[in-house]
Structure formats: structure tokens, C-alpha cells
């Protein structure tokens, strides 16, 4: 790796790990900015969902824009974006300018994820250098994700929920200050059309679908509401793959979909995302209310999480030089599930801490083995010009994946409560942790069987 090579790689992973860092850092400062601004309990749940609807739904968009009109502008033009949103945010005398703050968060994350990623993958050669930059960006991050929660504790308790926002704009301005000067751009040279009704269709699917989803953890699976989110997704989803069949210059080819390493990839990491998110926030709910835990301390016991993350991160791409992409997924997988089965024996009491610490650790190395397997596989053997594409479909997974785990862990733990009490809700936690290992264990056979052939293995 050149001089240059690691200056473009320090800039891009500080930016996806700012990104990361963005989707939990105000999960824990939730009810004291609802008391600072004014905000409602009902309309509390905006401050995260307004970020996850525009960070998921406008993704694949902004994947392709990037490969139409440019990488390197679409990301240094939503890394501006995001700057000034989170100085506004911190700034925020009312729920209404904090709202749209993190609409503005949730459109640059949605931009600048797909772009950052297709411009690492252009920058770095098909082969390990490419499999151990995402495998550090993979790392980064899962371990933002997790810090996030830790940093949001500390920043809220030591200073102001305010810093939560505030955090961004010195890393925005490096960055801003050092990529143009490190990383060039790429794009077609022969633009199409971009295809508007294909990027209305997908956009309004996704954002139904992830509302939906939303609403599904708020008032349950049995709301009005929710399911017909859902509904009008999976209509508008339908519509927009029938009109990609069509169209002369779709928003997704559909033989881009039609890879097996691109369609099977996604979906591993789909379930890779899904679980490990939703694990943590069963664990939380156990950390809190089965044990006591304040929430700080709740978020601190996750820190061997993010080491198991970062360690996932960085072995993975040697595992994919020694063996294949798919190989790494699925030890990753069979880790990942046995780690999460192994926390069914949590008791209401301290004297199994330690096992929650192992499972955790353990278990965060199994994901990040899928999810750098999963990125591996899902951009590999593709050309330059449908990076963008590929990774915007990577990066939409992801979003998904995050938003979807949390509602459907919820529900099956809600529904599994049967009384009140420690016991009862510990009964809940565990019928979800099961639950959430099986579906690991799913997506390690479906990915073992459809996800046929070798995968070219880095040398």
C-alpha cells in the first residue's frame, strides 16, 4: 500500500466511522433532549427515525448518482451537508429545527456511505488490498456503532447532549481539507439518463418499508399504521422492479441483481446487520432492567464488542486470503451463532457477566467475518462504473438491516413476557436471543448453498 494509498484510507474510514458513530450516539441522551427542547413523548421517537428514514430510504439513489455525476463531489458535497446540519443541531432551540437537522444527517449519511465506499473500492486494486481496506472500513464501522452508544453516555453526562452534534464538525473539516487534495474522481464518461421514475419508486418503497418498520417497534406489528407502511413498500418495491425491466438506462440492472454473489452477498449481510444490531439492544434491555445497570455502565459493558468488531475487521481479510470470501461468511456465521446461543444462559443475577463479556466478543468477531465477506462478495467481479451501484446496494442493506432488527427483536420479546418481573422479562430476552441466533443460522445455510462456486480468494 503506497503513501498515498494510506492517506486516502485514514480519510475515508474516519469518515465512515463519524457516519457510524451518528446512528446511536443519541440513543442514550434520547429522554434528556426531550426534556431540554420541549419534545413530546410520542413525537420523542423522531429524533431517531427522521435519520434512519432518509439514511435508508435515499441510499440507492445517491449510489447511483454518485456513479452518473461523480464519487468524489457527491461525497465532499454531503460531507458539507452534514457538517452544517450538525451545527445546526447542536445549535437546536426547538424540536422542529432539531428534526430537520437530522433530516439533513440522514440525507449526507445516505449520500456520502455509497460514495465513500465506491471510492475506496476504486481507490484499492480487486485482490487484498481492497479486501483489507474493507475490511478495516467493515471494522470501523461496526465499532462506531457500538462507540456511539459509549460516546453519547460520556459527551451527555460530562458536557451536553449538544456535543453529540458538535463532534462532527472537526472531523468534517480534516476531511474536507485533506480528500481533494488525495482522492481523484470517478464517474461515466458517458452519462445516461438518470432513470426518476425508478428512483421515485425505490425511494418511496424504502422509506414506506423502514416507517413501517418503525412504527412496528413503536405500537407493535398488530398497528394499523405499520403494517400499512409495509403494504404500500412491498407495492411500490414491485412497481419499481417491473419498471427497471423496461426502462433503457435503469436505476439497478437488473443483471446487476441477477449476480448471485450480489443478490446471495446482500442477504448475508442483511441478516449480518439485522442481528448483531438487535442483539445489542437486547442485551441492553438486560443490562438495564434485568440487572440494574445504569445506562452508562450498560453502554460501557459493550465495549468488548467493539473490540471483537475491530479484531473481526482486521483478520477477516487474511481468513479471505487463506481461504475465500465465502468461506470467511460462513465461519463468521457459525461464530456469530453459537457466541449469540450461548447467551441463553443469562441469569437475573451479576454471576454470569462474564459470559455476556465472552458471547459479545466472540461474537463480534463472527460478524464483522460476515460482514467483510459480505462486502467482499457483493462488489467483487464488478467494473469500476458499477461500484457506485454496488455499494450503494451494500450500503441500503446495511441501513436496513439496522433499522429492521430492533422492531422485530422487540416484538418477539414483547410478545414472549408472560407476567411481570425480573424473571419475566429475562423469559422475553430469551425467546428473542434464540430467536435472533436461528436467523443467523439461516443465513449461514442459505449462504452455503446458494452462494455456489468458489469465490476468488485473495493471494
Not at 486494486?125 to 472500513?137: S, T
Not at 443465513?443 to 455456489?452: D, K, M, Q
Request: net charge positive; aromatic share 8%.
Amino acid at each position: 500500500m503506497t503513501p498515498r494509498m494510506k492517506v486516502i484510507l485514514v480519510v475515508l474510514l474516519s469518515a465512515q466511522f463519524m457516519l457510524a458513530v451518528d446512528f446511536s450516539i443519541l440513543n442514550v441522551a434520547l429522554p434528556i433532549i426531550g426534556e431540554g427542547l420541549g419534545f413530546t413523548l410520542a413525537n420523542l421517537q423522531w429524533i431517531t427515525t427522521s435519520f434512519a428514514l432518509c439514511a435508508a430510504g435515499f441510499t440507492l439513489l445517491f449510489g447511483r448518482v454518485a456513479d452518473l455525476f461523480g464519487r468524489k463531489r457527491l461525497f465532499l458535497g454531503a460531507l458539507a451537508v452534514l457538517g452544517i446540519s450538525s451545527l445546526v443541531g447542536g445549535f437546536a432551540p426547538t424540536p422542529e429545527v432539531l428534526i430537520a437537522a437530522r433530516v439533513f444527517q440522514g440525507l449526507a449519511t445516505a449520500a456520502m456511505t455509497p460514495a465513500g465506499l465506491s471510492l475506496l473500492t476504486t481507490s484499492f486494486p480487486e485482490g487484498p488490498l481492497r479486501d483489507k481496506a474493507l475490511g478495516l472500513n467493515g471494522a470501523l464501522m461496526s465499532a462506531g456503532f457500538t462507540s456511539g452508544a459509549i460516546l453519547g453516555g460520556l459527551l451527555t453526562d460530562l458536557l451536553s447532549w449538544r456535543w453529540a452534534f458538535f463532534i462532527n464538525v472537526p472531523v468534517v473539516v480534516v476531511v474536507l481539507i485533506v480528500a481533494p487534495l488525495v482522492i481523484n474522481d470517478s464517474r461515466m464518461n458517458d452519462r445516461p439518463k438518470l432513470d426518476m421514475p425508478g428512483a421515485l419508486l425505490v425511494t418511496g418503497g424504502l422509506l414506506a418499508v423502514v416507517f413501517g418498520l418503525t412504527q412496528a417497534g413503536e405500537a407493535g406489528w398488530g398497528s394499523t399504521v405499520a403494517l400499512g407502511s409495509l403494504a404500500l413498500g412491498a407495492v411500490l418495491l414491485a412497481a419499481f422492479y417491473a419498471v427497471e425491466r423496461k426502462v433503457a438506462a435503469p436505476l439497478v440492472p437488473l443483471q446487476v441483481l441477477g449476480r448471485r454473489t450480489v443478490a446471495w452477498g446482500n442477504i448475508a449481510g442483511l441478516v449480518a446487520f439485522l442481528t448483531e444490531t438487535s442483539l445489542v439492544f437486547l442485551l441492553t434491555l438486560y443490562l438495564q432492567n434485568v440487572l440494574g445497570f445504569t445506562p452508562m455502565a450498560a453502554g460501557l459493558s459493550f465495549a468488548v464488542l467493539g473490540l471483537g468488531t475491530v479484531l473481526g475487521g482486521v483478520f477477516a481479510p487474511r481468513v479471505i486470503g487463506w481461504t475465500s470470501a465465502k468461506s470467511t461468511l460462513l465461519i463468521g456465521g457459525i461464530v456469530q451463532a453459537a457466541a449469540t446461543f450461548a447467551l441463553l444462559a443469562l441469569g437475573t443475577d451479576q454471576a454470569t457477566m462474564w459470559l455476556l463479556l465472552l458471547g459479545t466478543f466472540v461474537g463480534g468477531v463472527g460478524n464483522m467475518f460476515v460482514i467483510v465477506g459480505f462486502m467482499v462478495t457483493a462488489t467483487s467481479g464488478l467494473p469500476d462504473h458499477e461500484q457506485g451501484l454496488a455499494t450503494g446496494l451494500a450500503t441500503m442493506t446495511q441501513q436496513v438491516g439496522i433499522t429492521m432488527g430492533t422492531p422485530i427483536m422487540s416484538a418477539i420479546a414483547n410478545s414472549a413476557m408472560v407476567g411481570a418481573g425480573v424473571v419475566a422479562i429475562l423469559d422475553g430476552l430469551s425467546v428473542a436471543i434464540a430467536a435472533n441466533a436461528t436467523i443467523v443460522l439461516l443465513g449461514v445455510l442459505a449462504s452455503a448453498f446458494f452462494l455456489r462456486g468458489k469465490q476468488k480468494a485473495a493471494a
